[in-house]
């Protein structure tokens, strides 16, 4: 994913296919979608009651000025079902983040059975400026500057002191916070920058290193792509390389007229270097976000995109074969138009609904903190295109917000400094990522002692260990949700411990 790369969406009111790999968002759209229609059957299946209600809590949008009197409504969720023990019993919160959360983030996962378990409340919170939880003037840029990680981690804080007076919890209700990518990150840094309210945090497929020109992402895709582990192979890789070699070769040739009728294209790419970007961008798409979610419930996985590039030697055709997921169903093409990208990520009307009303948050979140754009440059293994640049990521930060390049870099720093990259050297958090997944590349795969600990997973993708247990997972995924439990369990454990030896302790005189 780059840039605009990184999180976009296909819309679904327009016809406009955003660039810089919109597919990944596309696909996180329709696994989502899919996933909620399982959760709502299945709870008519077994007659349960409806859906968790949501609630609101008044938020400051400045928790580090008073002088900003302002406010928002921020939603969340509560499932009290296994909280069987209220004076006792821990405290299990869900960290949403770059989009809207629904009441099965509080109703089913990996961290609702270790509710189950455990006798656990969960809670699910929805992040500042996304879903619901947004003023209707939440885009004005002038009203962007209150959306960070450090406001969104505040928040937090103050959902703590707002649920442990209204459900009436002391200090022997232990708290622990589950996360998977950005909010993976968040989960780690409440438990850094909070010890004093989490006890612990699972931080899955987290990449708490932040980094401008995250040329990894796409290294890795190439290894995933060859790896015999998800049914990838060596040819399968040099065919994609081979059909975007090809396509360097016509776009060096000017031919713009065959590229744009190959693939399917509403607009003419020769307009721009921009909008070739923008083409070969959403092509890689494709694969990136095959590989980001492979077997998580998208209709292409690493064995079908394979079997499709390796299913003659014309790499290219194969390619313009496999294109046509791009293309919406009763639609003739897609654009590949910067201008338009560019206008979409100036609109300021509030889409509360949909993960497509995340575009204008998330883009500027990468431009202010995390960087994340995934180049192709031509010094790694990457498969893709070189029109695949950084530069035309940074131009994004510089023309929707009015962010300079050099900022950029300089905020990524902050972060890094800010958090501790990728040796946060926190305490009672579990770091767990999947090979496959691209994004491991920026989280932590090395325990870095007793308490920081790292699970690293063969064969797995993005987030994979936070569903449920379901047939046909891989052995080491099935271990590795054991392993969190384990490590779930001791931690109530010590601090039952800690609890008993406070109230029992009596202090000489």
């Known amino acids: 994913m780059k840039g605009i790369s990184l999180f976009l969406l296909l819309l679904s009111s327009s016809d406009v296919c955003f660039g810089f790999g919109t597919t990944i968002w596309k696909m996180r759209?329709?696994?989502?979608?899919?996933?909620?229609?399982?959760?709502?059957?299945?709870?008519?299946?077994?007659?349960?009651?409806?859906?968790?209600?949501?609630?609101?809590?008044?938020?400051?949008?400045?928790?580090?000025?008073?002088?900003?009197?302002?406010?928002?409504?921020?939603?969340?969720?509560?499932?009290?079902?296994?909280?069987?023990?209220?004076?006792?019993g821990p405290v299990f919160?869900?960290?949403?983040?770059?989009?809207?959360?629904?009441?099965?983030?509080?109703?089913?996962?990996?961290?609702?059975?270790?509710?189950?378990?455990y006798g656990a409340l969960v809670f699910a919170v929805e992040h500042r400026y996304y879903g619901n939880s947004i003023n209707k003037d939440g885009l004005q840029l002038e009203n962007l500057q209150y959306l960070s990680s450090q406001q969104a981690l505040?928040?937090?804080?103050?959902?703590?002191?707002?649920?442990?007076?209204?459900y009436n919890m002391?200090?022997?209700?232990?708290?622990?916070?589950?996360?998977?990518?950005?909010?993976?990150?968040?989960?780690a840094w409440f438990r850094l920058k909070y010890p004093h309210l989490v006890y612990g945090a699972i931080a899955s497929s987290a990449p708490v290193?932040?980094?401008?020109?995250?040329?990894?992402?796409?290294?890795?895709?190439?290894?995933?792509?060859?790896?015999?582990?998800?049914?990838?192979?060596?040819?399968?890789?040099?065919?994609?390389?081979?059909?975007?070699?090809?396509?360097?070769?016509?776009?060096?040739?000017?031919?713009?007229?065959?590229?744009?009728?190959?693939f399917k294209s509403c607009n003419d790419i020769s307009q721009s270097e921009q909008d070739v970007n923008q083409l070969v961008s959403n092509l890689a798409?494709?694969?990136?976000?095959?590989?980001?979610?492979?077997?998580?419930?998208?209709?292409?996985?690493?064995?079908?995109?394979?079997?499709?590039?390796?299913?003659?030697k014309d790499a290219y055709r194969n390619l313009m074969k496999l294109n046509s997921v791009r293309i919406k169903p009763g639609k003739k093409c897609a654009y590949n138009s910067w201008n338009m990208s560019i206008e979409q990520l100036r609109n300021t009307t509030v889409d509360?609904?949909?993960?497509?009303?995340?575009?204008?948050?998330?883009?500027?979140?990468?431009?202010?903190?995390?960087?994340?754009?995934?180049?192709?440059?031509?010094?790694?293994?990457?498969?893709?295109?070189?029109?695949?640049?950084?530069?035309?990521?940074?131009?994004?930060?510089?023309?929707?917000?009015?962010?300079?390049?050099?900022?950029?870099?300089?905020?990524?720093?902050?972060?890094?400094?800010?958090?501790?990259?990728?040796?946060?050297?926190?305490?009672?958090?579990?770091?767990?990522?999947?090979?496959?997944?691209?994004?491991?590349?920026?989280s932590v795969l090395k325990s870095q002692g007793t308490t920081e600990t790292a699970i690293y997973i063969q064969g797995t993708a993005h987030c994979a260990n936070m569903g449920e247990d379901k047939p046909g997972d891989l052995p080491q995924l099935t271990q590795a949700r054991k392993d969190i439990s384990h490590q779930v369990l001791q931690w109530l454990q010590e601090g039952k411990y800690e609890v008993d030896q406070k109230l029992h302790f009596k202090p000489m005189y």
């Open 29 to 88: 759209e329709k696994i989502e979608q899919h996933k909620e229609k399982v959760f709502n059957e299945k709870l008519n299946q077994l007659g349960s009651p409806p859906p968790l209600k949501e609630h609101y809590i008044e938020q400051p949008m400045d928790h580090f000025d008073p002088a900003v009197k302002v406010t928002y409504q921020q939603r969340y969720w509560v499932n009290d079902a296994f909280w069987h023990d209220r004076l006792h």
């Open 93 to 117: 919160l869900f960290i949403g983040g770059e989009g809207p959360l629904s009441a099965r983030a509080a109703g089913e996962g990996e961290h609702v059975k270790l509710a189950e378990t």
């Open 154 to 166: 505040a928040d937090l804080a103050a959902f703590h002191s707002f649920a442990v007076r209204t």
């Open 170 to 187: 002391s200090d022997q209700n232990r708290w622990i916070s589950f996360g998977g990518s950005y909010p993976g990150s968040l989960s």
């Open 209 to 262: 290193e932040a980094l401008t020109n995250f040329e990894a992402y796409n290294e890795v895709v190439a290894a995933s792509l060859s790896d015999p582990i998800v049914n990838g192979s060596k040819q399968c890789a040099d065919s994609i390389r081979n059909a975007f070699e090809t396509i360097d070769f016509l776009l060096a040739a000017k031919q713009y007229t065959k590229l744009g009728k190959d």
């Open 285 to 312: 798409g494709i694969f990136m976000g095959v590989v980001q979610y492979n077997d998580e419930g998208s209709e292409l996985t690493i064995t079908s995109v394979c079997q499709n590039m390796t299913a003659t």
């Open 352 to 442: 509360p609904a949909s993960f497509t009303g995340a575009m204008r948050q998330w883009i500027y979140q990468t431009c202010t903190q995390f960087g994340y754009y995934q180049s192709c440059d031509t010094n790694t293994s990457c498969l893709f295109s070189s029109h695949m640049d950084l530069q035309s990521d940074l131009d994004i930060c510089d023309i929707v917000y009015g962010i300079p390049n050099d900022e950029v870099y300089k905020r990524v720093a902050f972060t890094n400094a800010y958090y501790g990259s990728n040796q946060p050297k926190g305490t009672r958090i579990v770091f767990v990522n999947g090979s496959i997944d691209p994004w491991h590349a920026l």
